[in-house]
T-cell receptor
């Protein structure tokens, strides 16, 4: 049973436009959500996170939105740049204090010049 | 200077063999992890160690045995390798869990294991 789902395996966006990556979860006990970015042959790199007590967190071009009632979060990247082309993983913390992350299967984002 | 490093990066081996993957972090973190990325691309936690003590052990076959000689190292030893063990294995580290506070995990570059 996959508790974190990224239903879009891939997304293609024009450079300069907004990229929106979506993530759904089923476990209402998740209390912290993160986005990781991964380039080929590298490990995931932390991008941005949000606590379940907030509905928005912004860091430069990256904004994460959390809709707890819908069990949905999204990552907005604006403006999109070619260097943003990567696989993006949504993750959720399963147990407070345990640092156990449950990951989605990733969305491959391609930014076209 | 690499923060979390794994060796080897690629490993091809025959079924039934025993192999080890090494991981070292120079971030001064107390907590280290092994994650597995399977063929469907899901990243799933296998083990977590805090200051050399096992704190998370997911449903992993006992052919997989993590070993932490000190808090900067967490090695993964796999006995009697099977075809289904083929995957990318990621080591990670973080500051220890602190109740409500979360600290992000830093990942190594991964080890692609292929069992033939």
């Amino acid at each position: 049973d996959q508790q974190v789902k990224q239903n879009s395996p891939s997304l293609s966006v024009q450079e300069g436009r907004i990229s929106i990556l979506n993530c759904d979860y089923t476990n209402s006990m998740f209390d912290y959500f993160l986005w990781y970015k991964k380039y080929p042959a590298e490990g995931p790199t932390f991008l941005i996170s949000i606590s379940s007590i907030k509905d928005k967190n912004e860091d430069g071009r990256f904004t994460v939105f959390l809709n707890k009632s819908a069990k949905h979060l999204s990552l907005h990247i604006v403006p999109s740049q070619p260097g943003d082309s990567a696989v993006y993983f949504c993750a959720a913390r399963a147990i407070q204090g345990a640092q156990k992350l449950v990951f989605g299967q990733g969305t491959r984002l391609t930014i076209n010049p | 200077d690499t923060a979390v490093s794994q060796t080897p990066k690629y490993l091809v081996t025959q079924m039934g063999n025993d192999k080890s993957i090494k991981c070292e972090q120079n971030l001064g973190h107390d907590t280290m992890y092994w994650y597995k990325q399977d063929s469907k691309k899901f990243l799933k936690i296998m083990f977590s160690y805090n200051n050399k003590e096992l704190i998370i052990n997911e449903t992993v076959p006992n052919r997989f045995s993590p070993k932490s000689p000190d808090k900067a190292h967490l090695n993964l030893h796999i006995n009697s390798l099977e075809l289904g063990d083929s995957a990318v294995y990621f080591c990670a580290s973080s500051r220890p869990p602190g109740g409500a506070a979360y600290t992000e995990a830093f990942f190594g570059q991964g080890t692609r294991l292929t069992v033939v």
